[in-house]
């Protein structure tokens, strides 16, 4: 198999190249760390011109590193006995096409959301890799992604529809795709539903939050914030960025309200004096309104608005639609699975140590290039096995793999 380093620099290398090629109709090809002038042969419908050789060398590349299987012998053989350079090529992409359609990607998709979702294994009991499987199987199912945050069933390890069972969980009314799911609701639903906001965001918008943007986000004033958050009390730690900032966490925590910190479902939990039984009761309650007076449970609803024009979020299925409404979703998933597919750096899932995959924004080559890919992604309506089998048919792939 091809090291993560090699496989990076190589496609580094195919970013300059295509860019280089598609946008400038350049004749170049990459010596080493070199750019230098060379024929490339473009088809009558602007694709570049592959040799048998490459091409094989691609679907060997994608079978070992995505699909984690032996490349296929008849696949193989299409490509080396084709009649023409053009057929070659129409034979590696019924390759990709047969790849998708007989779900080869699954383990690799499934590696990847244990480690992000930070839930279950592949020793894991079907309850506990429920989530990882119905984010998976959304994808090999053909299915838009928002589809994994809205469906009431999640998706068992052979892809059909699996009762997302929940001891003292909540009604099917109330579910929503794995972000109500057991595994995932009980591994992250402690200090304060803190974990189960951070690693829902990151995963679904790909951001750091708080964030600095207001044009997307709204925040919370000095006033409307609960005494435990205006100073430091604890360890030194200033929790004020996280509870007033622009998508700060407590903006989001009407979605988790009905919740304990012990991940037991209490439908209409009352408020009470501890904020839904997850804080301190000596301090005072959030949020207040605009000049610091206490709020009532229901007049405190309206406040729990962390997406602009989006209304309030008092459910992790608001949670959800809230996440889809915003430009950062479709962006998001765009960056993972390019993440994916081209073996990028894919970020850490966690909490203190949470870094978000971020391959696409260094240079204006690479903005570009992301941007082509975002309307790729929005196009096929963010339904990620269409995005994969065309990125992966693609001569930016191509280029990628890298010269003989």
């Known amino acids: 198999m091809t090291t993560a380093t090699t496989y990076r620099d190589s496609w580094k290398k195919g970013l300059l190249l295509s860019t280089i090629l ?26 570049i011109t592959w040799s048998k050789a490459h091409l094989e060398k691609a679907y060997r590349q994608i079978s070992e590193n995505l699909a984690y299987s032996i490349p296929s012998p008849a696949a193989i053989s299409a490509i080396q006995s084709a009649s023409s350079l053009s057929a070659a090529r129409q034979a590696y992409e019924d390759a990709i096409d047969d790849l998708a359609e007989e779900n080869k990607f699954k383990t690799r998709l499934q590696e990847y959301f244990f480690k992000h979702l930070q839930v279950g294994s592949f020793s894991g009991s079907d309850a506990e890799n429920l989530p990882a499987n119905t984010l998976t199987w959304t994808i090999l ?3 838009p992604m928002s589809d994994s945050l809205t469906r009431v069933q999640g998706f068992g390890p052979d892809g059909s529809d699996m009762a997302a069972g929940y001891t003292n969980g909540p009604a099917d009314a109330f579910k929503s795709g794995y972000l109500t799911q057991e595994s995932y609701v009980k591994k992250h639903m402690d200090q304060a539903s803190f974990s189960y906001i951070n690693r829902t965001l990151h ?10 943007d207001s044009t997307v986000f709204n925040s919370w004033g000095d006033n409307q914030i609960g005494v435990l958050y205006t100073v430091d009390v604890v360890n030194d730690l200033d929790c004020r960025p996280c509870h007033k900032n622009n998508g700060g966490m407590n903006l989001w925590r009407g979605a988790t309200h009905d919740f304990t910190d012990t991940g037991d479902f209490v439908a209409n939990s009352a408020r009470g004096s501890n904020q839904w039984g997850q804080e301190d009761n000596t301090f005072d309650l959030e949020p207040k309104d605009e000049s610091g007076n206490t709020l009532s449970a229901a007049n405190s609803e309206a406040y729990f608005t962390p997406v602009k024009g989006f209304g309030t979020v008092l459910s992790p299925a608001d949670m959800a639609n809230a996440m889809i409404s915003t430009p950062y979703y479709a962006s998001c998933w765009t960056e993972r699975m390019l993440s994916i597919l081209f073996n ?28 082509r890919w975002l309307q790729v992604m929005k196009d096929e309506q963010l339904v990620a096995k269409n995005f994969m089998v065309r990125v992966l048919k693609h001569d930016d792939y191509l280029l990628s793999v890298g010269s003989e």
């Open 22 to 47: 598609l946008g400038l109709a350049c004749k170049t090809t990459i010596s080493g760390d070199t750019i230098v002038e060379q024929s490339v042969s473009l088809g009558s419908d602007g694709k």
């Open 141 to 143: 199912n053909g299915l």
């Open 203 to 212: 995963m679904n918008l790909c951001i750091h939050f708080p964030t600095q």
């Open 344 to 371: 990028l750096e894919e970020g850490v899932g966690g909490i203190a140590d949470t870094v978000v995959p971020d391959n696409f924004s260094a240079t204006d080559l690479e903005k570009t290039f992301f941007a």
